[in-house]
């Protein structure tokens, strides 16, 4: 067998010490030593690897928790916003019912109708609506993202577009609402609610025995018995349509107030506007009058709406 001497002097003193060592056994330690070194190497590489993965994982880590954290604050944004368009649709539904426009009515729950349910009911089926018609309130949205976290970011969009699908649908009602109420205001200026002139009802409308015949008859309108040359204003606005003699009552003013309502003043004495005239609510158009037949002065005072003549008294809130 092959062998290898190796010489080993201690130092320059000592005896030279020799040692046979079979080429076998150096090539088995050359090998060894070998797998060793590579063994150390590998596992230094290793170990920075891991080091650098565990500093990549904190950094994930907290990443993570920032956008745990994002995703709730805009899970508690998005309750308010869904808290706010109920809070909306409810101030909407009061003034509608205050102003007796449509679109007041409430649910059959007893609360407005508004769209989105909880964020699992869309989930099953985001095309249907929440039978009972009503908005995912603030705490469910709180509850259902603190017990599903970073699952269900989905769920969150799809609530994000019924949240604007919504917002659209009450910017466009509350445009309506708007429009409405301006009709309405035109509506309530051009409808008689006060006294054209002060003085006592001597006459009411509805039937009456006639001053001139002795008989029954249908009176019209309604007589207010006061001083001569008293003011009559007008009690809404409008544009005078008539002005003139008209038969049995005499100096006669008609005002159109739009909306199928008219009113006539009768048995006047000075008139005080012509006919185109804009006149305003409580302007002054006449002065009262005992023209026309008529047992003394008096205001003969009709109301009519689409045509046909009302009760005056209904139209008087002063």
């Known amino acids: 067998m092959e062998r290898f001497t190796v010489l080993v002097i201690p130092d320059e003193r000592s005896k030279v010490r020799r040692y046979q060592v079979p080429k076998r056994w150096a090539a088995i330690a050359v090998g060894t030593t070998l797998a060793v070194v590579f063994a150390v190497l590998a596992g230094a590489i290793d170990y920075r690897r891991v080091r650098q993965d565990v500093v990549e994982l904190d950094a994930l880590r907290s990443e993570t928790e920032e956008q745990r954290a994002q995703i709730q604050a805009f899970a508690e944004k998005l309750a308010d916003l869904d808290g706010a368009l109920s809070r909306i649709r409810a101030f909407e539904r009061k003034v509608r019912v205050i102003a ?3 679109g007041g009515e409430i649910a059959p729950d007893g609360e407005p109708g508004l769209g989105g349910g909880t964020p ?3 989930a099953a089926d985001p095309q249907t609506p929440n039978p009972a018609g009503r908005g995912g309130g603030e705490d469910s949205w709180r509850e259902f993202h603190a017990d599903t976290g970073l699952g269900n970011l989905e769920q969150m969009a799809i609530q994000v577009d019924r949240a604007a699908f919504i917002a659209g649908q009450q910017s466009a009602s509350l445009e309506d609402l708007i429009e409405q109420l301006h009709d309405k205001a035109n509506q309530l200026a051009s409808t008689p609610s006060i006294r054209p002139t002060r003085g006592w009802i001597s006459s009411t409308f509805g039937t009456r025995i006639s001053p001139f015949t002795g008989r029954r008859e249908r009176h019209m309108g309604l007589d207010i018995a006061t001083e001569p040359g008293k003011p009559i204003i007008a009690p809404a606005d409008g544009r005078v349509v008539f002005v003139g003699r008209k038969g049995p009552l005499g100096k006669t003013v008609i005002v159109d107030h739009g909306y199928g309502v008219r009113t006539l003043y009768g048995h006047t004495a000075t008139i005080h ?5 804009t006149v305003a609510r409580g302007e002054l158009i006449a002065a ?6 008529s047992t003394g ?6 109301v009519e709406v689409k045509g046909k003549s009302v009760d005056p008294m209904h139209y008087i809130l002063d």
């Open 297 to 302: 002065p008096h205001l003969h005072y009709v």
């Open 273 to 277: 506007v012509k006919k185109g005239d």
């Open 120 to 122: 699992a009911e869309d």
């Open 288 to 293: 009262v009058g005992s023209t026309g037949r």
């Open 100 to 102: 007796d426009l449509p």
